[in-house]
């Protein structure tokens, strides 16, 4: 073998338990190397200490500098996890978090570094609890308290957490949810227990319950398209198909309706609980839209013969989009069916799909490419604003929390701060739309005097 082989593609392919060992026993021959690894584990130490040492000295700084201050234990945390560092580092990132919690209720967070901080603070708690798993009840009695008995914050996905709760500490959760829920509570406490229940029925992978769950919500477009894909992750496609054809036959009037059952005209779908009866191409002809358009594709892939199929049918579908909003939601959706989030997108904006549709893409296409939502979170901001309702309200400031950190990412941040003190100018008599918009944490931008 040449003296020159790269040995760090076949390295690659070893587990850490494997090199760990072929390095252990290599520095027992080697005392350089021995010296070296002995040194960089002091410093991982000195690290996790000068860390500590931050968090103390933090407090007793102004508004930037613990930012700054925790910016950089967040920065050894997330270097030692990217690492691969054997040290529990979670009780360095738990730690963090409560100390920006209780920090947040003490300041005026006019930037919104601090609440950044913390977002990103949950993100590397959780990447610590997955490296190493503290005590599971331990770790959902602290989620438990946080959702419930918290001042609002911080924001916890529970998928974030569920491999480190393992089925012990989940089961907490849902026997607290569950009691919280037979106590039938209103407001706040039973948003977050129906938030709770609905991820848990996600992380557990029980479908049936997670649909019906889903169902039980008034219907709307963006519940629909995760139920539809739900139903398509589990491989329940007929479901999923069928579900698809009656949801998005709705009256758009009534999408927002709880009480009254919303008409549905007749289709060449079956009810769900029944199998639908296979759509051909002359039935997607008659019928142009997504549920016929992905039972053709269903049909036409089994059959090896998809591609000239979706060639001409979203030549169609594209041709209807254009007379109007509802037909450009089909396309749309017939997209995102395919798992096509890109040509969604464009889509959307080209033939001007409902706000809806734009703000569900938006969620995924601000990850990557967040200039291009800034314009749906505002128009979603107004419409939720035009409800003139405490629950509407409160969607209204979650989003602007959101658009917040959407123009950060864009590197628009003094844009977001001229936004908002023109929207509570003009809406200032809306004073339960004001106090949601501070119970969110975000400052609100002093008005400009002449």
């Known amino acids: 073998m040449s003296s020159t082989t790269d040995l760090r593609p076949y390295l690659r392919t070893l587990d850490a338990e494997t090199l760990a060992d072929l390095l252990h026993a290599q520095a027992e021959r080697d ?30 700084a102004g508004n930037v500098e613990y930012a700054a201050k925790v910016g950089s234990v967040l920065d050894t945390l997330q270097r030692l996890l990217d690492a691969g560092s054997r040290a529990d580092l979670a009780p360095l990132a738990r730690r963090t978090v409560d100390d920006i919690s209780e920090m947040l209720e003490q300041i005026d967070d006019a930037s919104g570094e601090v609440a950044d901080r913390l977002d990103r603070a949950v993100e590397l708690y959780a990447r610590a609890c997955v490296a190493r798993p503290p005590d599971p009840d331990g770790l959902a009695g602290w989620i438990l308290e946080v959702e419930f008995d ?9 998928a974030d957490f569920a491999s480190a709760l393992g089925d012990k500490g989940l089961a907490r959760i849902k026997s607290t949810v569950d009691d919280v829920l037979a106590e039938n509570p209103s407001g706040v406490k039973r948003e977050t227990a129906e938030r ?20 039980a919500k008034p219907p709307r477009v963006d519940v629909s398209l995760k139920i539809v894909r739900v139903l398509r992750a589990a491989g329940r496609h007929s479901e999923a198909i069928a579900h698809a ?10 999408e927002r309706e709880e009480t009254r059952p919303v008409p549905v005209p007749p289709i060449s779908v079956p009810p769900v609980e029944e199998p639908p009866v296979p759509l051909s191409r002359k039935e997607f002809d008659e019928n142009p839209g997504c549920a016929t358009y992905l039972v053709l594709r269903e049909e036409s892939l089994e059959a090896g013969r998809w591609l000239a199929q979706r060639k001409t049918a979203l030549a169609r579908l594209r041709e209807l989009a254009a007379e109007g909003t509802d037909a450009a939601d089909e396309l749309v959706r017939a997209l995102l069916g395919e798992d096509r989030a890109d040509e969604a997108w464009r889509a959307a904006v080209r033939f001007e799909a409902s706000l809806a549709v734009r703000v569900e893409l938006a969620d995924s296409r601000s990850i990557a490419h967040p200039a291009e939502t800034i314009p749906i979170y ?31 990412k864009a590197g628009t941040a003094e844009e977001f701060s001229s936004y908002l003190g023109t929207l509570v100018e003009i809406h200032k008599r809306k004073t339960r739309l004001i106090a949601e918009v501070k ?3 975000i400052a609100i931008p002093k008005p400009v005097r002449a």
């Open 439 to 441: 119970a969110a944490r």
């Open 31 to 60: 005392p350089a190397l021995r010296q070296i690894l002995e040194s960089r584990f002091v410093t991982q130490g000195s690290d996790l200490a000068e860390a500590h040492r931050l968090l103390d000295t933090a407090v007793m």
């Open 196 to 215: 709770l229940r609905e991820e848990l029925a996600e992380v557990s992978g029980d479908v049936d319950a997670l649909v019906a769950i889903l169902a």
């Open 378 to 408: 505002r128009d979603h901001v107004e419409e939720l604003i035009t409800h003139k309702d405490p629950n509407s309200y409160r969607a209204a400031a979650r989003q602007l929390r959101k658009l917040r950190t959407v123009h950060k």
């Open 245 to 254: 054809a009656r949801a998005l036959t709705h009256d758009k009037k009534n």
């Open 150 to 158: 918290g001042p609002g914050w911080p924001v916890i996905e529970l």
